[in-house]
């Protein structure tokens, strides 16, 4: 089973620096797995829309905007926004790739 999280150690350091609670913490931690299953339920429209590459490309482009997104993020919903944005760029990215396995 492969745990996309965040460790304890790291829990305690963004509820304390963006003062976020439990719940807001939590939804941060599993939104991410909204954004894939998004993803991977759009990913073939897009790929026959601009390819393969193209879909990669974008994908991409959303894995480093919602990375950004969590980097600076000053609030609750920043950080919701990047790991939904990181969880739809990795959902098309895993698509694209199995689909390239024979």
């Known amino acids: 089973m492969v ?4 460790s304890s150690p790291t829990q305690a350091a963004i509820t304390e620096e963006l003062n976020l609670s439990l719940a807001e913490y939590s939804v941060f931690g599993s939104i991410l797995t909204i954004g894939a299953m998004v993803g991977a339920i ?7 829309f ?9 994908s991409s482009a959303f894995c480093i905007t919602g990375w950004l997104s969590i980097y ?21 990215f895993s698509y694209m790739v199995h689909s390239l396995v024979p």
Do not use: E, N, P, W
């Not at 745990?3 to 965040?6: C, D, K, T």
């Not at 601009?50 to 974008?58: D, E, N, P, T, V």
């Open 72 to 92: 600076f993020a000053k609030d609750a919903l920043a950080l919701d926004v990047g790991r939904l944005a990181t969880g739809y760029g990795m959902g098309v």
């Open 42 to 48: 759009t990913s073939g429209s897009i790929a026959d």
């Open 3 to 6: 745990r996309v999280g965040y």
């Open 50 to 58: 601009i390819g393969r590459k193209g879909a990669m490309r974008m």
